[in-house]
């Protein structure tokens, strides 16, 4: 009795946790797209990605987040408790001021350690399995009983194959498991553990669900969403329209935006900021979702954002009209949210508005002179590409701008 009263609690600590991973994620777009997140300028020195206490307590109770502001604190400081927001010095406590704090995931302090790194790769999967077209997540009954969004193990085994998930059956069963370890997925009755056979999973977890912070602190809400998601995948309530990847589930996906030499706005269709025209960033040990080529990219937005062509020595030349930047884009579970075009030098095409690359400053136009400190400039974009990709999650680029 006492070992399964254990295992419960790890059980309910685990889906709390992701819970507050996917309201503390959702909360974090949103307040990027809100412009509450930016480069702040504090005592004569400038903190990157981060917002003012003050600012976001009011923001909270004037979108209903929160009642009032002693709550919008008590939200605030339990995402700081579960590591989710920190002082930009990390100072303790979360205090409703004029002080600076930050996500965790704008600056790279967060701790992706293997739990997080599971839950993160089956919210991955999640994604694109919706928004596969034929997808083998489907409204199946058994027993008499219906269970949306459901799959056989083995279409799930068969479908990490064919987009390049997994190596072999071997190793998808490995993954799927520590799925269901982690309590992501289930055996649609909670009687088997997950096998490659004809038995009905389902997702436990319904990641577009939108997530209100005031769950994360009342015991009775919290276990009334667990209970939730648990016996259904897909509850009543609408896909957060802050959903974390970012783009609409079905085709055509929405794209990332860049600016045309005539200054229109134009939508790159290219697929979603998990694929190799984004630089997608690889976790949790396993191969990454099937990628898009390049090429793709190039079909779907042939034109380049580029007034014309710079050559590397029109760069290097004493007194040319650049100005250099140096930035910092911490890859996120989807990617680092950015195209790269060109040769000799590379510059980007094209920027998704809420990746970590826009966080960060990228732009379209800018042409790349460093990666990590290695110079670029002569390459092309295949070979950039290749060495952001095979690189750590923190990527520092050098650029250079015009100074129109």
Same mark, same amino acid.
């Given at each position: 009795m006492e070992r399964t009263s254990s295992i419960r609690r790890k059980a309910l600590a685990r889906q709390h946790k992701a819970e507050v991973m996917i309201a503390g994620e959702q909360l974090r777009l949103r307040l990027?797209?809100?412009?509450?997140?930016k480069d702040r300028r504090y005592h004569l020195r400038t903190y990157p990605n981060c917002f003012f206490a003050e600012e976001l307590v009011t923001w909270l109770v004037n979108h209903k987040e929160a009642p009032d502001r002693t709550t919008a604190v008590h939200l605030m400081q339990h995402l700081m408790d579960q590591d989710i927001v920190h002082h930009v010095?990390?100072?303790?406590?979360?205090?409703d001021a004029k002080l600076?704090?930050?996500f965790r995931k704008d600056d790279g302090t967060f701790p992706f350690n293997k739990e997080v790194k599971i839950f993160m790769r089956g919210q991955r999967l999640y994604e694109h399995l919706i928004g596969d077209k034929h997808s083998i997540l489907q409204l199946r009954e058994e027993h008499g009983v219906a269970y949306q969004r459901s799959?056989?193990?083995?279409?799930l085994i068969d479908w990490l194959l064919q987009n390049g998930e997994a190596v072999s059956r071997c190793q998808g069963l490995e993954l799927c498991r520590a799925l269901q370890e982690q309590g992501i997925i289930q055996h649609v009755a909670k009687k088997h553990d997950f096998?490659?056979?004809?038995?009905?999973?389902?997702?436990?977890?319904?990641?577009?669900?939108?997530?209100?912070?005031?769950e994360l602190l009342s015991e009775n809400e919290q276990d009334n969403c667990q209970s939730k998601v648990a016996s259904s995948p897909e509850d009543s309530q609408p896909d957060s329209p802050f959903v974390l990847h970012k783009n609409p589930p079905l085709e055509p996906a929405a794209g990332f935006q860049s600016v045309g030499a005539r200054q229109e706005l134009k939508i790159v269709t290219g697929g979603r900021r998990g694929s190799s025209s984004s630089l997608q960033l690889h976790s949790a040990g396993f191969p990454p979702i099937a990628q898009l080529s390049l090429t793709s990219v190039a079909r779907c937005n042939p034109d380049s954002v580029l007034k014309r062509h710079?050559?590397?020595?029109?760069?290097?030349?004493?007194?040319?009209?650049? %100005?250099?930047?140096?930035? %910092?884009? %911490?890859?996120?579970?989807?990617?680092?949210?950015?195209?790269i075009r060109g040769a000799a030098p590379c510059y980007v095409q094209a920027v998704d508005p809420g990746s970590p690359a826009a966080a960060a400053g990228v732009k379209v136009r800018q042409l790349l002179c460093q990666v990590n400190g290695q110079c670029v400039l002569y390459l092309d974009y295949r070979k950039v590409t290749t060495l952001i990709m095979t690189g750590p999650r923190i990527v520092v680029l050098e650029v250079m701008e015009t100074l129109e």
């Open positions: 990027h797209d809100g412009k509450l997140i010095c990390d100072r303790s406590g979360f205090k600076l704090y930050r799959f056989l193990g083995c279409q096998v490659d056979s004809g038995l009905l999973y389902q997702f436990r977890i319904n990641f577009r669900r939108r997530r209100r912070l005031s710079f050559t590397c020595e029109e760069l290097l030349a004493p007194g040319a009209q650049f %100005t250099k930047r140096v930035l %910092t884009v %911490t890859g996120d579970a989807l990617g680092w949210g950015f195209v």
